[in-house]
């Protein structure tokens, strides 16, 4: 990894443990400056602020997808496969990311006029999601009926609606034991 690449992780690792640690909004951008040992420069160089920040989260998600398809059996049924990335997903959500950020990045998605990066389709995430349907309609375990590509959306809408309505119970039950519960049977109209 180059010395600019090295830089911007280590700004967004920071800037994510004090969101952990202090809260969203009771961190600053001079806090992360502070604590990476970056310049302001180096931290304006590669974000526009505290909330382009957010943007990374995404990144967390995609790397964790990508973990947790290496783990898999690829001779898994696709449709269990797509169950069980997100049911493994959400449980390092619900572990690993204060609800208040989750939810922050959620509604900034809804506000923002710019760069909607939990929809952005260059995403490893889009890319995984895409392949596993594909593969799954090969094999006839997932509807043929239906365009790829719309059982794709479905797939993340379905996973969003789970996110979000977590988000506004404010994280007061398991995401992971609810997604279990829920996600079959909100996007079993694809299975085959």
Not at 157 to 163: G, L, M, P, T
Request: charged residues 25%; glycine residues 8%; aromatic residues 10%.
């Amino acid at each position: 990894m180059n010395k600019g690449n090295e830089t911007k992780r280590k700004i967004a690792v920071v800037a994510w443990q004090l969101f952990h640690e202090k809260g969203y909004e009771n961190t600053t951008v001079d806090d992360i400056i502070q604590v990476s040992g970056t310049s302001k420069g180096s931290f304006y160089h590669y974000y526009s602020g505290k909330d382009e920040l957010l943007s990374t989260l995404s990144d967390i998600f995609d790397s964790k997808y990508e973990e947790l398809i290496k783990e898999m059996d690829p001779e898994m049924n696709s449709f269990d496969k797509l169950i069980t990335l997100t049911v493994r997903t959400h449980e390092m959500i619900g572990r690993e990311i204060p609800i208040d950020l989750l939810s922050y990045l959620y509604s900034s998605q809804v506000i923002t006029k710019g760069n909607k990066h939990l929809l952005n389709q260059n995403r490893l995430y889009f890319r995984l999601i895409s392949e596993l349907v594909d593969e799954g309609q090969q094999r006839g375990q997932i509807r043929g009926d239906l365009p790829g590509y719309e059982i794709a959306k479905l797939y993340t809408i379905c996973e969003r609606a789970i996110i979000y309505d977590y988000c506004i119970a404010g994280g007061t039950y398991s995401l992971a034991d609810y997604t279990k519960k829920v996600m079959p049977m909100i996007f079993g109209g694809a299975k085959a």
